[in-house]
């Protein structure tokens, strides 16, 4: 198939608000691609490929624009081979051969071409397709329901795995997809809630367990052997020998287990989450040994568990794994015993705690009502420093906030950037507002005089040797601009500092 016909049908989704609409046009294209181009189209189709992330930075795509075709001629499979030539390209310059291939592809696309590309290769393809919209373009193409094709690819590990199998065998290929040890699966999400009150609200009666600052893992033991997965599905078992020989040494046959990894101090208190994750990213074998595995669900002992209940799926991780490898846990339905327990929780050093249905069946790769997540939300009020032009759908606005904290000489210090939680009323406003209060300009970012104060949330802050006050913000978003404060009354680089544990 050309693939002026995906982004044709790209493009079609983008323009209706109509999610019936979106299914229809997805599943016309699904039902006329050979089998080979099922799943990189329906990755596609999603916004991103079948190899994750290309090394392709917006610089790059802003700067690589050659003039479109005038005639379609790639195919789907064409851009599939250019991805996967992208991202195997490394070495010394690396950067200057990712733009001679992004120009070649270019150059061979036509305009919608070029747009559903840059979309992807940027990570923001803005089409209002999610991967359940697709999913049910899938399962209409194929005649099948969408909840098969949703647990085909919750067992099968992604969504384009899955669809191959609709599409090609229909409802009969799905229900052959079944939960296998050493075949990772995408793990179960939580909604955010308020507080407890609120989560136990939607479960129930529920397990209330820790929330670790610490990295998803997933342990799957198969013929006597350990695999460990990310939660992108990446195999980390060589950076994490410790945690591999923990899970060879449970009692039973094959198994997978869901949990974290977590560093721990001498006193047995949680290391900074940037150690955790600098030791769980290295490359080097055995770089991972200081670090500890902490599970909380099992999802197969002899036999799959996925739709078995919460508190069923406790008692067999109770029989299998120690305590001191479980996450600490009660069982309760009380505001006030939860709230007491979440206490305890971040008294300890952890994020905060899960509030888990006791009814709820492991709905893999789904972030629904069943779990919640509740920690503290911190939030400062800093000064805007400086903002970045925006690209792809920000083209235009100025975005990127630079934000500062008062220093104890009054000048201000960076601790951190966000474009979260702007909407597009505040990226219209907030490009008036710094143009007006511009200094100067340094490529794409616009220097402005240090005096709005922004209200920001974080989860929390982390030491920083990017930044001249040592510390970065952790997840931070932009809760809403304080016009009521001047710069004067913006929080301090030692507020800020307090939070690092």
Known sequence: MLFVELARTSA??????????KVAAFADVFGRLAPDEIAPAVAFATGSTLIGRLGVGWATLRDVRPEPATTPSLTIGDVDRAVVTLASISGAGSQARRRDVLHELLAAATEPEQRLIVGIIGGELRQGALD????????????VAVGQVQRGAMFAGSLPAAARVALTAGQPGLAAIELTPAQPVQPMLASPATDVGDAL??????SVEWKLDGARIQAHRSGGEVKLFTRNLNDVTDRLEGV??????????????????????????????QDTMGDFGADETGRGSGLRAFFFDVLHAGGSLVDEPLATR?????????????????ITADADDAAAFLDRAIAAGHEGVMVKDLESAYDAGRRGGAWRKVKPVYTFDLVV????????????????????????????????????????????????????????REGHIVHVRPEQVVEIAVDGVQVSTRYPGGVAL?????????HDKSAADADTIDQVRSLLR
Do not use: C
């Open 201 to 206: 609200s939607n479960t129930g009666l529920a």
């Open 132 to 143: 359940g919209v697709v999913a049910a373009g899938v399962a209409k193409a194929a005649g």
């Open 385 to 440: 420093l400086a903002v970045e032009w925006g690209h792809g759908r920000r083209q235009g606005w100025l975005s990127n906030l630079h934000l500062g904290a008062r220093g104890s000489d009054n000048e201000f210090v960076m601790v951190g950037k966000t474009f979260k939680g702007l909407t597009d009323e505040l990226l219209r406003w907030q490009t008036e507002r710094f143009l007006g209060l511009e200094l100067g």
């Open 12 to 21: 079609a989704v983008a323009s209706t608000s109509k999610r019936s609409d």
């Open 474 to 482: 952790r997840f931070a978003r932009v809760r809403q601009y304080r």
């Open 244 to 273: 591999a020989r923990t899970v060879l040494e449970l009692p039973g046959g094959d198994l997978v287990l869901d949990g974290e990894v977590l560093g721990l101090d001498a006193d047995g208190a949680p290391r900074r989450f």
């Open 314 to 330: 406790r008692d067999v991780l109770s029989e299998t794994v120690p305590e001191t490898s479980r996450l600490p846990s009660i």
